[in-house]
């Protein structure tokens, strides 16, 4: 397995544009995570799925954040508008039940928004 | 939810001494305790994990110490190194807990 996979790498996007990150878990695991992370925050928890399902969202922001996950190879966060604040870099994570071992992360995506 | 506690939040040693990272947490029910290191510019990995049946678990210059009764794990650095030098993070979760929530990172220096 190529571990979790987020693309795009970085973006870059100017103010009140539609952004769209997009996460490819490790195969058979069962729960997926987004988190952001800046230097004031650390590492915010903002929604996580159990089986495609998501469980909870009281990390989101704001509307303007959303996420889904179709089915259990893909998922994406929305950002719509997307203002500078948003600015951070958001990662993706799978694992097991928690509990039963690790988190394991994709490489991120930096997102500035200008 | 798990409250999760961090200290210190910045530690600085001189290569070769050892490093010590306390985390606390409120869920009793939480059964799985990590620890990640997130070097710079990079994303946190996993380095060391301790289930809750076992009080202590070594790799090589790495350990883990969990105290159940009083709700808190930490992670032993010994002879540090300059390449130990990263934010570590613990995220205890299980039991009735499946909210995999972060600590808010400990920045470990190690001057050479």
């Known amino acids: 397995d190529a571990g979790v996979i987020q693309s795009p790498r970085h973006e870059v996007t100017e103010m009140g544009q539609e952004v769209t990150l997009r996460c490819k878990p490790i195969?058979?695991?069962?729960?997926l995570f987004w988190y952001r992370q800046t230097m004031m925050r650390g590492l915010e928890l903002l929604i996580y799925f159990n089986n495609n399902v998501p469980i909870d969202d009281s990390g989101m922001p704001e509307d303007r954040f959303s996420a889904k996950m179709p089915n259990a190879s893909f998922s994406t966060l929305k950002i719509q508008p997307s203002e500078p604040r948003d600015s951070a870099v958001y990662f993706c994570?799978?694992?097991?039940?928690?509990?039963?071992?690790?988190?394991?992360f994709g490489q991120g995506t930096r997102l500035t928004v200008v | 939810g798990e409250n999760v506690e961090q200290h210190p939040s910045t530690l600085s040693v001189q290569e070769g001494d050892s490093a010590v990272i306390k985390c606390t947490y409120s869920?009793?029910?939480?059964?799985?305790f990590p620890w990640y290191k997130q070097e710079l510019g990079k994303r946190p990995q996993l380095i060391i994990d301790?289930?809750?049946?076992?009080g202590e678990k070594k790799d090589q210059r790495i350990a883990v110490t969990l105290n159940k009764t009083a709700k808190h794990f930490s992670l032993h650095i010994t002879e540090t190194q300059p390449e130990d030098s990263a934010v570590y993070f613990c995220a205890p979760t299980g039991g009735s807990n499946y909210k995999l929530t972060f600590g808010k990172g400990t920045l470990l220096t190690v001057n050479p």
């Open positions: 195969s058979g695991h069962d729960y």
């Open positions: 869920d009793s029910a939480s059964n799985y």
């Open positions: 994570a799978s694992s097991p039940p928690p509990g039963q071992g690790a988190a394991f």
């Open positions: 301790i289930r809750s049946n076992v």
